[in-house]
């Protein structure tokens, strides 16, 4: 969200933290009040309910008016909408706290009001408020304004933007000097600029949570989790993916010692610049040269899509068929009419897919530059889930109107993506009659979701695990704790010497940004338990990455059963529903039967080699540690030499 300079008008809340300071607190932790009546409770939220509905459709509009004709007036409009929302939301979180929710005996309001009152930052000043927010807003601008010069010396023309120009370089190039050229200069040009502004930020964001009856802003961003053992319920998860981790690291780490020789250590950790993703995220970027098979068929169905003339909007069709053969809603007349389906020749527009829900109950759309290939196949799938999704929540309030936790709206696309990138499901559907089922078209297939998944793991966990370090323990140190976490976890090093003043966190944009990043880790773990469970009520034997559960109304009943709720109750008794009483936590266990026949052939491959994973030498650590240099020396060579004996153990066990 940005706001604009209108919020700095705000005078309402002038001393309304004094009096806050003076209410009872019947649970030590929550902020509330001292109303205790239940019928001006549900005034309220009723109230809330309508009001908020009407400012969620204006917001909604003028962002849509905005993306889909981007001009100055429909910039300014959208601004104005979100500061009049921003405003409603402060007003509405000071009603929330004045009464004691805590102890409102309907359960359905308790759980309203308590999501009104322990989010946002509404607790703190007018001044601190407008400051925070505006830094936020700063610290984007300066995050996508950034632009790099060309590795080519002879061109001048210094406009080279992240997405897509950095992006696809990182992704396609096979050039060591040139990747460290363009993983430097992005690292050096967005991290410097952030440090202060983000110190700062880390302050007031820690004062609101505080005032909120928080121990820490992290603390906060985990309060949407409910769950106390989330934590650890992470940590399981991660060290339960490790060991495949660390086996498509190390056939990986072979891969590119083939291809660049040795400057790759044999047992060592990876450099973060070579592996097909600026942040080492997702490594389909290099599926070119660590493919097992590159004889066998290549799943693509682009070309049949051609021969058979389907049209962008024959491809909505597809996907709305998906739904309708498993009993779940059609997509409504407005959608039909309202979207955009294709890119417009006559203005521009913002092109990234997205799936828009207007909170009336009738208006629902898909934003998408539609080519006709098998990505945006698969990317029209994708986003007509998310529609799904709201369709099935839409008779909640509105506060229910919304993910069963964080994490969930991408788990519930991704588990349907799962299902129809299936060589079996493009056969059902007319356009892959020439699918082969042999064993090395199926490693290949398997290799290249665990190149966007299970190299994407270590790194979704990490990013928060910093972020809530940094809110907890404060702001010294910040670039080596991240490398630390990077080398600990991802097994990866940095091409170059770092120091304190890089500030590499900010290199990720959901870092200055303050957009919580776990949700991404527990989106993939929970599309696999999603997945897997679809797959057991459509009764699919045989391999879980082969299931398709098209045309199963078991699936779709589940399914169903599972989104309609939407953020209506804890999130554990979802997934209770949702794996028919197997578990209510996150779970890899799913993920790891699905890449089971990979993780064998990996077994196989990695015979020879001398180290599953990497140890860390000296070398490797004294690009970002410099403790025998800083002020704060104690710490520093102790946890290094823990990291070092962890993975040394690791590799021994
Ligand atoms: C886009 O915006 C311009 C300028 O405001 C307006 O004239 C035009 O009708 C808009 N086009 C669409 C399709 O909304
Ligand atoms: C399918 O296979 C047939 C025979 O091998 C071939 O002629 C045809 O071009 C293939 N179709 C596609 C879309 O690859
Ligand atoms: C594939 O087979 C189906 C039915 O068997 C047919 O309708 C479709 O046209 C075929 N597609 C291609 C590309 O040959
Ligand atoms: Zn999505």
Not at 347 to 372: G, L, M, P, Y
Request: with cysteine.
């Amino acid at each position: 969200m940005i706001l604009l300079n209108k919020l700095k008008n705000f005078q309402i809340f002038g001393t309304f933290l004094i009096f806050l300071f003076a209410l009872e607190e019947s649970d030590e932790r929550y902020i509330e009040g001292l109303n205790v009546n239940l019928g001006e409770a549900l005034q309220f939220l009723r109230e809330y309910d309508r009001e908020a509905t009407a400012m969620c459709n204006r917001v909604t509009m003028a962002q849509w008016q905005f993306v889909t004709n981007i001009t100055d007036n429909y910039r300014r409009k959208m601004l104005d909408e979100q500061t009049l929302k921003a405003k409603f939301d402060r007003a509405s979180w000071r009603k929330a706290v004045s009464f004691a929710w805590s102890r409102i005996p309907d359960p359905l309001a308790r759980r309203q009001l308590k999501m009104l009152a322990t989010r946002g930052r509404n607790s703190l000043t007018d001044d601190k408020f407008n400051e925070i927010y505006h830094l936020i807003a700063e610290m984007k601008e300066l995050y996508t304004r950034t632009r790099l010069c060309p590795y080519k010396e002879n061109d001048h023309q210094c406009n080279l933007v992240l997405d897509p120009d950095i992006n696809k370089i990182m992704a396609q190039s096979k050039d060591y000097k040139e990747l460290s050229y363009y993983w430097r200069a992005w690292h050096e040009a967005v991290g410097p600029p952030l440090k202060n502004k983000y110190m700062r930020y880390v302050r007031l964001a820690n004062q609101a949570a505080r005032l909120n009856g928080f121990a820490d802003a992290g603390d906060q961003m985990r309060e949407d989790y409910e769950d106390d053992s989330f934590q650890q319920n992470i940590a399981e998860v991660i060290s339960a993916v490790t060991p495949l981790y660390k086996h498509l690291f190390t056939y990986t780490r072979h891969k590119l010692i083939d291809r660049y020789g040795d400057v790759i250590r044999k047992d060592g950790p990876l450099p973060a610049h070579i592996l097909g993703n600026m942040w080492a995220q997702n490594w389909q970027g290099i599926y070119d040269i660590v493919q097992p098979f590159p004889a066998a068929k290549k799943l693509d169905v682009t070309l049949d899509m051609m021969l058979q003339g389907i049209s962008p909007l024959r491809m909505f069709q597809i996907a709305e068929e998906f739904f309708t053969s498993m009993g779940m809603i059609p997509m409504p007349p407005e959608f039909w009419r309202m979207s955009m389906f294709e890119k417009p020749t006559n203005r521009e527009v913002k092109c990234t897919a997205s799936a828009w829900d207007f909170c009336n109950r009738i208006d629902f759309r898909i934003k998408q530059c539609t080519r006709v290939n098998m990505e945006d196949l698969f990317s029209t799938h994708h986003e007509m889930a998310h529609l799904q999704y709201y369709l099935q929540y839409r008779d909640q309030p509105l506060l229910f109107r919304n993910e069963a936790l964080p994490g969930f709206h991408e788990a519930v696309s991704d588990a349907i993506g799962l299902s129809i990138m299936t060589p079996q499901h493009l056969h059902r559907i007319g356009l892959y009659n020439n699918s082969t089922d042999d064993y090395e078209s199926n490693i290949n297939f398997l290799i290249m979701i665990a190149l966007e998944k299970i190299t994407y793991m270590p790194f979704a966990y990490i990013v928060d695990q910093w972020r809530w370090r940094v809110f907890s323990d404060g702001d010294a140190d910040m670039t080596t704790r991240w490398w630390e976490l990077r080398l600990q976890y991802q097994g990866i090093v940095p091409p170059v010497t770092r120091s304190e003043s890089h500030f590499d966190p900010a290199s990720k944009y959901h870092v200055p940004a303050d957009i919580p990043y776990v949700k991404y880790f527990v989106g993939i773990v929970l599309q696999f338990q999603l997945f897997e469970s679809l797959c057991d009520v459509a009764g699919h034997v045989g391999a879980l990455h082969t299931c398709d559960f098209y045309r199963s109304r078991e699936a779709g009943r589940l399914l169903s059963d599972v989104l309609s709720v939407g953020s209506s109750r804890n999130w554990k008794d979802t997934i209770r529903e949702m794996t028919r009483g197997r578990t209510d936590r996150l779970d890899a266990g799913a993920m790891l039967r699905y890449f089971e026949p990979l993780a064998q052939w990996l077994r196989r491959q990695n015979q020879m080699e001398p180290v599953i994973g990497w140890i860390t030498s000296q070398e490797d650590t004294a690009l970002f540690a410099h403790w025998y240099k800083s002020k704060s020396t104690c710490l520093k060579p102790t946890s290094i030499a823990l990291l070092l004996i962890l993975n040394a153990l690791y590799w021994i066990t």
